[in-house]
């Protein structure tokens, strides 16, 4: 046992500077992950030297250590699901009660099976509550899942060993006389419970560095300031749903949204002004849509919104309480002023026959026929009020050219 308890210590020794360089990432929970893998490495150098070594150190102390390191390890693995983490005195006033169990039940009344079910009693209990918060507070991210599950499965079957070893020691049935060979036994337990921490610890591992990932991917795809899709990330999206509803023979909505007179924003509350109506304003428009769509930051105060199996009458309905909903809820610079916001929103239907780069341009037209008409509305490209709009600017141009030409050459072009 020697060899596979050395093992162990130098696996746990690898996985620790590993953990400590995760600190500075903000991994929720790793500190209490560090500390707790440094515990369970000074309780197997404990078992390590059990056979040289008092016995007060290995009952004593190395008890006290693996039930600090299962206290440590729910407290982590709390703190990364977003749950109130154990309190630091109450984990201290625990690891201290343990202490004290085993001391006095090592000198004062010897009794190993009572020292069995004060160590490994309370990891069992404390695994088995972390493979239980897992369990209830599975993460969102299904780049995480494997991992979670890898840890989920570990806290269960750690928790399920020791808490049999404790079983079978308060029964009695520590020898397991007549099923296996009392050293066979005990040979076989103490390789898993050896092994199986690191395993533990490696999967704790990989679960943090693919929530590091998962943090990337999604800083790389939303815009750091409001949230929303950054403009690569939201073409990319644009297209797979386009392509979907194309395949199905259905049109896809791509909607075109423009923050009026942000300018004038920026001007009167200063840029950290403009940051807030922007950030209001997506959460707004994300409240608003409930999942309906998909919402992306095109640049400055141009967002642009996408569809997949809706009409056009749903579209601008939609639009017309995206309106109501940025008009009615004002953002605030600080606590005091409010910050009046209105949008001017363009339409655009992307056909199945058609392009991306179609719709968007549309939609572009349209916007700019919103803006025309006062802003604060909609304008959907193809309506017969766009195409009328349209048709009197051309007109207005028109005119304006010819008045500006001169008589002569009016009167010629009129003849």
């Known amino acids: 046992m020697s060899f596979l308890s050395a093992i162990a210590v130098i696996s746990l020794l690898v996985m620790f500077p590993v953990l400590l360089s995760l600190r500075k990432t903000g991994v929720p929970g790793i500190a209490s992950f560090c500390t707790s893998c440094l515990l369970t490495a000074l309780a197997a150098s404990v078992a390590l030297a059990a056979s040289v070594a008092p016995a007060w150190f290995h009952s004593i102390l190395g008890g006290t250590l693996i039930a600090g390191a299962g206290l440590l390890m729910l407290r982590g693995f709390r703190q990364f699901l977003g749950r109130k983490p154990l309190g630091a005195w109450p ?37 088995f509550l972390t493979g239980a918060a897992i369990l209830r507070h599975w993460p969102r991210q299904q780049s995480l899942a494997p ?19 404790v079983a079978t020691i308060a029964t009695g049935l520590g020898s397991m006389d007549g099923v296996l060979d009392p050293a066979v036994w005990t040979s076989a337990f103490l390789a898993t419970r050896l092994l199986i921490m690191p395993l533990f610890f490696l999967g704790i591992i990989l679960m943090l560095h693919g929530w590091m990932i998962a943090s990337l991917r999604h800083m790389i795809a939303h815009d750091d300031l409001t949230g929303a899709l950054s403009r690569r990330a939201f073409m990319s999206a644009f297209e797979k749903m386009f392509l979907a509803q194309a395949g199905a023979n259905r049109q896809t909505a791509f909607m075109l949204l423009d923050l009026d007179r942000f300018k004038q924003i920026n001007d009167l509350h200063g840029h950290a002004g403009g940051d807030a109506a922007l950030v ?49 809820t004002p953002a605030f610079a600080n606590k005091d002023t409010e910050i009046g916001l209105t949008v001017s929103i363009g339409i655009a239907m992307a056909d199945p026959g058609g392009s991306l780069t179609d719709a968007m341009v549309q939609a572009d037209m349209a916007l700019y026929e919103a803006k025309a008409l006062g802003r604060d509305r909609l304008s959907i490209a193809g309506s017969l009020h766009a195409a009328s709009v349209a048709s009197a600017r051309a007109l207005a141009g028109a005119a304006a050219q010819m008045r500006a030409a001169g008589p002569l050459q009016t009167l010629s072009h009129t003849g």
């Open 91 to 127: 984990i201290v006033i625990t690891i201290a009660s343990v202490a004290a169990g085993l001391a006095f039940f090592s000198y004062v009344v010897d009794s190993h099976p009572a020292r069995i079910v004060i160590g490994t009693g309370l990891l069992s209990l404390t695994c």
């Open 147 to 165: 991992y979670m599950l890898y840890c989920c499965v570990m806290a269960f079957l750690v928790a399920a060993l020791h808490a049999f070893r």
């Open 280 to 328: 209001h304003f997506t959460r707004t428009v994300h409240e608003t849509l409930a999942g309906r769509g998909i919402l992306g930051r095109l640049g400055g105060e141009e967002f642009g919104i996408v569809l997949a199996g809706i009409g056009r009458l749903e579209v601008a309905e939609i639009a017309e309480t995206i309106c109501l909903a940025v008009r009615t």
